[in-house]
C-alpha cells in the first residue's frame, strides 16, 4: 500500500470551511468506508459521491475533496466514529485496502491481459448478421420445460446430456472442435466444455451456468424452469456456438464454451475448474460471463458490465465492442455486491473476467429461483438475448488475435 492516511476529525475539525455549496470544480478523490455507512453519505452528498466497489463490508467511494471535512463531521455524528474513513491517492491504493488479502484478485482487476484493438470489422459483421433469436429462444423453452436444473438428482443431469448432444450436433462438421463433460466428484451434474482449438493454447472463455434452482423448495424435486437464470445464458452462448461453427472462422487462439453446474449452490463448477486451470498454468486471457441476458429491466440501459470482480480493461472493451457492432444498443456500469456469478471464480484465480448483464440490479427480473422464472416474462422472445450473442462474437473475434 502506498499511502494511507486516516481522515482524523482533528483535521477535519480545523478544515471544516463556512458553511456552503461545495465548488464545482473539486477534485475527485478516493476513501474507503464501512459499507454500513454508504447508504447515509450518498444520501448526504449525492452526486458529488460515486460507490466504485464493495467487498467484505468495505467500500471505496469517490468523493468531491472538498466534501470530507463535511463527511468527517457527519460520520463522528451519526456514527460515533472519528474520521471514519481512509482517504487514498487514487483508486489502485483503495482496491490494494479492499483486496490487501488477496493478490490474485487484485491482479485480476487491474491488469492488461490483451491486445483490446476494434478492427475485424469484415470477419465480424457478416457473422453478426447471422444471429437469430428464434433459436435462442427456442433453447430457452427446452432448457425451462426440465422441471428443474438442480445439480443434483435426475433432470440436472439430463439437462446436462442434452446440452452436450446439442452442442456436439452444432459442430459436428469441425475437426477442430471437442464437446466433453468436465464431472464433478460431489454431486452429479457434470459442467460441459466446448473446446475449439485454435493455433494457439491461449484461451478464450465465454460462459454460463446451465443449472436452476427454486430458491425457496430447493431440492431436486422443485419446478426450477430458470428460464432467465439462466437459460437464457446458455442459450445466448449456443446460438455464438452456432454462428462461429457454421462460419469458416478458424481461430488462433483457443475458444472455450462451458456451461457449468452447480452455480446456484455457491459457483461450485466454476470454482473447480478454475481452479484446475490455474493450477494447470493455462493462459486464460477473456472470460466473458454470461448469467441472464434476456430480461430487459430498464429502456435506459441494455447492457450494464458489473465492476465488481471483473477486470476493468476488458469491461470497457466489451463496452467498445458494443458501441462498435451492436450499434443503438446503450450499456453502463453497475455491481452485484458480491460474487454473484461464476466470473468471480476465475476472478479469485487471478484471471481476467466480464459480466455484461441484462439489467440495472435494482430493475432485475424479480423472478428468478420461482417457479415463475419463464421466458413469458421476457415478452416470449429472445430479442434482449440477441444483443449478448451479437456482443459475444464481436467479443471472441476480436480478443482472438
Ligand atoms: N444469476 C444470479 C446472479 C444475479 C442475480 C446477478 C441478480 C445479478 C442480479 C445467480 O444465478 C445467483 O443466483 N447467484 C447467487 C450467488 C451464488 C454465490 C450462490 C445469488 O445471487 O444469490
Ligand atoms: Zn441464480
Redesign the pocket.
Known amino acids: 500500500m502506498k499511502t494511507l492516511k486516516t481522515f482524523s476529525l482533528a483535521l477535519a475539525m480545523t478544515a471544516i470551511p463556512a458553511i456552503s455549496p461545495i465548488a464545482q470544480d473539486s477534485r475527485a478523490v478516493y476513501i474507503t468506508i464501512d459499507s454500513d455507512a454508504l447508504t447515509f453519505t450518498e444520501n448526504t452528498f449525492k452526486s458529488r459521491l460515486e460507490e466504485i466497489e464493495t467487498k467484505d463490508g468495505i467500500s471505496i467511494v469517490k468523493i468531491d475533496e472538498e466534501a470530507l471535512p463535511w463527511l468527517s463531521l457527519l460520520m463522528h455524528k451519526n456514527f460515533n466514529r472519528c474520521g471514519g474513513f481512509m482517504l487514498h491517492e487514487d483508486v489502485q491504493d483503495a482496491e490494494e485496502l479492499l483486496y490487501s488479502q488477496d493478490g490474485a484478485q487484485l491482479f485480476a482487476k487491474n491488469n492488461t491481459f490483451a491486445n483490446y484493438a476494434i478492427d475485424q470489422d469484415s470477419l465480424i459483421k457478416p457473422m453478426i448478421a447471422e444471429v437469430k433469436a428464434d433459436n435462442i429462444s427456442a433453447t430457452i423453452t427446452k432448457l425451462s420445460s426440465f422441471k428443474n436444473r438442480y445439480y443434483k438428482g435426475e433432470f440436472g443431469k439430463q439437462s446436462a446430456t442434452w446440452i452436450k448432444d446439442t452442442w456436439t450436433a452444432l459442430v459436428k462438421n469441425r475437426a477442430d472442435a471437442k464437446v466433453e463433460f468436465f464431472a464433478h466428484s460431489q454431486w452429479d451434474q457434470p459442467s460441459v466444455i466446448l473446446t475449439l482449438q485454435g493455433a494457439s493454447d491461449d484461451v478464450i472463455i465465454v460462459a454460463g ?1 446451465q443449472d436452476s434452482i427454486n430458491g425457496s423448495f430447493g431440492g431436486a424435486t422443485s419446478t426450477a424452469p430458470g428460464a432467465d ?2 437459460a437464457s445464458g446458455i442459450a445466448t452462448v449456443t446460438e455464438i456456438i452456432r454462428v462461429l461453427a457454421d462460419s469458416s472462422y478458424q481461430p488462433q487462439k483457443t475458444i472455450k464454451f462451458m456451461a457449468y453446474a452447480a ?5 461450485l463448477g466454476s470454482k473447480e475448474i478454475s481452479t484446475q486451470f490455474k493450477k494447470n498454468k493455462v493462459n486464460v486471457i477473456g472470460v466473458m460471463q454470461l ?2 441476458t434476456n430480461f430487459q429491466g430498464t429502456k435506459e440501459l441494455d447492457i450494464v458490465m458489473m465492476r465488481d470482480y471483473t477486470n476493468d480493461d476488458q469491461n470497457n472493451f466489451i463496452g467498445a465492442i458494443i458501441d462498435r457492432y451492436v450499434p443503438g444498443v446503450k450499456w453502463g456500469f453497475d455491481k ?1 455486491g458480491y ?3 461464476d466470473h468471480a471464480s476465475w476472478h479469485a484465480q487471478g484471471y481476467p473476467a466480464s459480466m455484461p ?1 441484462e439489467a440495472r ?1 435494482n430493475d ?1 427480473n424479480r423472478n ?2 420461482t417457479a415463475r422464472d419463464l421466458m413469458s416474462v421476457s415478452g416470449g422472445n429472445a430479442s434482449h438475448a440477441s444483443k449478448f450473442a451479437k456482443m459475444g462474437i464481436g467479443y471472441l473475434v476480436e480478443l482472438d488475435r
Request: hydrophobic letters at 30%; charged letters at 25%; aromatic letters at 6%.
Open positions: 451456468h437464470d439462466n452455480e446456484e449452490v455457491g459457483l448469467d441472464m452485484c460474487g454473484c456469478s448483464f440490479k432485475m428468478i429461483h
